[in-house]
């Protein structure tokens, strides 16, 4: 079975090289490429928009990655045709045009417009996993599932409050209380922080605020190193500017620069298990920073049990 590649970043990947798959899902794979060569995803969903670091696939109903392929299975790129040791499954890059991926543009506003109403359709369309729990009243879960909600209930207020007083060396500490957190290949912590990072470059309005926002960010690339393989590559790939497109798009929603505000907070939620809301969560706390009242908000949200209100208080 040929699959072929509609779009892959640019550069990516090289002529030859070999490697390895390094997790599967029904419809994407990630594999890990030798020779120094950045992790890539191949994307099969059809509906993700683009990732950083990722190859769309032309989508086939029929298709598992799971059925197929098995993690650790060697992979060798050779002619721009990709093979998978043990499996039926090739993929051809020949035909595949790169995208450029160029840094998705930041205009910085004094205020969100859109803040408000995408905040109120996040907390009603919220997927009740990851750190959006946190937004249940009295939640009880799995132990790990409330560890999340504790986690998030007592780290991210003062970690908002840190970011607006310029405070750098509080909010790196809240930050390293939330890499890493929570189960998969992408933790929720480190997707809120995916986010975080672009909602602090969109609410950049001051040199001061951008100079602060660029040192935040490349303190979390230095605390993704703990974390997991492909979390570390996003991370990295947002420090860069690049981020997935239904994310980008949700922004220039908030910032009132397209008027779907509906559909691109019901598609950036879409995203993986948690990892959409997570980071829509990640990125309205970021883009909330600067503005009181939309902090206050979030933090009166999070204070959702009388103990949790108590030690935030």
């Given at each position: 079975?040929?699959?072929?590649?509609?779009?892959?970043?640019?550069?990516?990947?090289?002529?030859?090289?070999?490697?390895?798959?390094?997790?599967?899902?029904?419809?994407?794979?990630?594999?890990?490429?030798?020779?120094?060569?950045?992790?890539?995803?191949?994307?099969?969903?059809?509906?993700?928009?683009?990732?950083?670091?990722?190859?769309?696939?032309?989508?086939?109903?029929?298709?598992?990655?799971?059925?197929?392929?098995?993690?650790?299975?060697?992979?060798?790129?050779?002619?721009?045709?990709?093979?998978?040791?043990?499996?039926?499954?090739?993929?051809?890059?020949?035909?595949?045009?790169?995208?450029?991926?160029?840094?998705?543009?930041?205009?910085?506003?004094?205020?969100?417009?859109?803040?408000?109403?995408?905040?109120?359709?996040?907390?009603?369309?919220?997927?009740?996993?990851?750190?959006?729990?946190?937004?249940?009243?009295?939640?009880?879960?799995?132990?790990?599932?409330?560890?999340?909600?504790?986690?998030?209930?007592?780290?991210?207020?003062?970690?908002?409050?840190?970011?607006?007083?310029?405070?750098?060396?509080?909010?790196?500490?809240?930050?390293?209380?939330?890499?890493?957190?929570?189960?998969?290949?992408?933790?929720?912590?480190?997707?809120?922080?995916?986010?975080?990072?672009?909602?602090?470059?969109?609410?950049?309005?001051?040199?001061?605020?951008?100079?602060?926002?660029?040192?935040?960010?490349?303190?979390?690339?230095?605390?993704?190193?703990?974390?997991?393989?492909?979390?570390?590559?996003?991370?990295?790939?947002?420090?860069?500017?690049?981020?997935?497109?239904?994310?980008?798009?949700?922004?220039?929603?908030?910032?009132?620069?397209?008027?779907?505000?509906?559909?691109t907070l019901s598609n950036a939620l879409a995203l993986g298990h948690s990892s959409g809301s997570d980071?829509?969560?990640?990125?309205?706390?970021?883009?909330?920073?600067?503005?009181?009242?939309?902090?206050?908000?979030?933090v009166a949200a999070l204070a959702a049990d009388p103990i949790t209100e108590e030690l935030l208080s």
């Open positions: 079975m040929r699959l072929s590649v509609i779009d892959l970043p640019e550069g990516q990947p090289p002529a030859a090289v070999d490697g390895a798959v390094h997790s599967v899902f029904a419809r994407v794979m990630n594999l890990s490429l030798g020779h120094g060569c950045n992790a890539l995803a191949l994307d099969a969903r059809g509906t993700s928009g683009t990732l950083p670091g990722s190859a769309r696939l032309e989508v086939l109903a029929v298709i598992d990655f799971t059925r197929e392929v098995q993690p650790g299975a060697r992979i060798a790129l050779r002619g721009g045709v990709l093979r998978i040791s043990g499996s039926r499954i090739s993929v051809d890059f020949r035909g595949g045009e790169c995208r450029p991926d160029v840094p998705a543009p930041q205009f910085p506003t004094t205020f969100p417009i859109n803040w408000e109403p995408v905040w109120d359709g996040f907390i009603d369309q919220r997927r009740r996993t990851g750190l959006a729990n946190a937004f249940t009243p009295s939640f009880t879960g799995s132990t790990i599932e409330n560890a999340l909600v504790r986690r998030s209930r007592l780290v991210i207020p003062p970690l908002l409050r840190s970011v607006a007083a310029g405070d750098g060396a509080r909010a790196q500490t809240s930050l390293a209380r939330l890499i890493g957190v929570g189960p998969g290949l992408t933790p929720s912590g480190d997707d809120f922080i995916t986010g975080l990072i672009l909602g602090l470059q969109r609410a950049a309005c001051t040199r001061k605020q951008r100079q602060f926002a660029d040192e935040l960010t490349q303190h979390c690339v230095a605390l993704a190193r703990s974390s997991t393989d492909i979390s570390r590559q996003y991370i990295a790939h947002a420090a860069a500017g690049w981020f997935a497109s239904t994310l980008t798009q949700l922004a220039d929603a908030i910032d009132g620069r397209r008027r779907d505000i509906n559909a980071t829509v969560f990640g990125l309205l706390a970021g883009m909330a920073c600067s503005t009181p009242q939309l902090r206050d908000r979030i």
